[in-house]
């Protein structure tokens, strides 16, 4: 009987995806770390696992930018973005470029058109969040109109408000992986209070945290992300399906938003 109905809330769910049509911020080629259960995936596979879900497109990283070094990372995703099926683009990681060195992104020019976002790991490649540090990198994603990904686990809150407030032009968004957010829940909403270019993906957030931010900012302020293959992309699906929001905000929050974000808005 129990069996019987995980299987038909699971139906529901991806039934109400492809109505949905998600369009994940978050999609992952590479060996996830900390996920040992996790099987990788090549481009193709992504593709065709998330279609599975009804996702329809999204941006793609690797975890070679974190758990090897960003010019691994980088270099592996510049060599899959030409064969990439239609309807995923890349998100490349930033550092501090140091003088003499090969810019603005390591181990890529940046140049090539699937680029749609950068992320950065002050906390784990060992560099602040700041101005002084990542002012160039920052500068360069305003002129390209590139929004900067950054998991919450990877920054402190102080320097997030203030780097927002040197880059009001800038769209930063916070992740909610690989760790839920549940107890960063209230200085990031004080961050988002005071920095309207702070936005949040939402595939970690507890429903209940979900409906607190989504009624404080309203629903233009976050995008979906799944965190595929390392997370089941049933788990934001259904809680955007039972968030009891209208289909409107149903759909910004599902794709309309990052769409409009990184200039693949659908007619």
């Not at 329809?56 to 010019?71: D, I, Y």
């Not at 927002?164 to 957010?181: D, T």
Request: some cysteine.
């Amino acid at each position: 009987m129990i069996e019987s109905q995980i299987k038909q809330m699971s139906e529901v769910r991806r039934r109400a995806a492809a109505q949905l049509s998600p369009f994940d911020a978050s999609l992952w080629l590479g060996r996830p770390e900390g996920f040992p259960l996790v099987e990788e995936m090549d481009a193709g596979r992504l593709a065709e696992t998330a279609r599975g879900y009804g996702i329809c497109g999204g941006l793609v990283s690797h975890w070679r930018s974190k758990t090897v070094s960003p010019q691994a990372g980088n270099t592996a995703l510049s060599e899959c973005a030409g064969s990439l099926p239609a309807g995923l683009f890349t998100v490349m990681t930033g550092l501090p470029i140091m003088p003499g060195e090969a810019g603005p992104l390591p181990g890529s020019d940046g140049s090539h058109t699937s680029l749609k976002g950068v992320r950065v790991f002050p906390r784990s490649h060992g560099f602040p969040l700041t101005d002084w540090s990542v002012g160039g990198l920052c500068r360069w994603m305003i002129e390209q109109g590139l929004p900067l990904f950054i998991w919450h686990t990877e920054l402190q809150w102080a320097e997030l408000y203030e780097l927002a407030r040197a880059f009001p032009g800038l769209v930063i968004v916070v992740e909610s992986q690989p760790q839920k957010i549940i107890y960063h829940v209230r200085p990031l909403h004080a961050v988002m209070r005071d920095r309207p270019n702070v936005s949040v993906e939402v595939s970690n957030l507890t429903n209940t945290s979900f409906g607190w931010l989504v009624g404080s900012f309203g629903p233009e302020r976050f995008l979906f992300g799944s965190f595929l293959p390392a997370n089941d992309p049933l788990v934001p699906i259904g809680m955007l399906v039972d968030s009891g929001l209208p289909e409107a905000d149903q759909m910004l929050i599902a794709g309309g938003n990052l769409r409009r974000l990184i200039g693949e808005e659908t007619s």
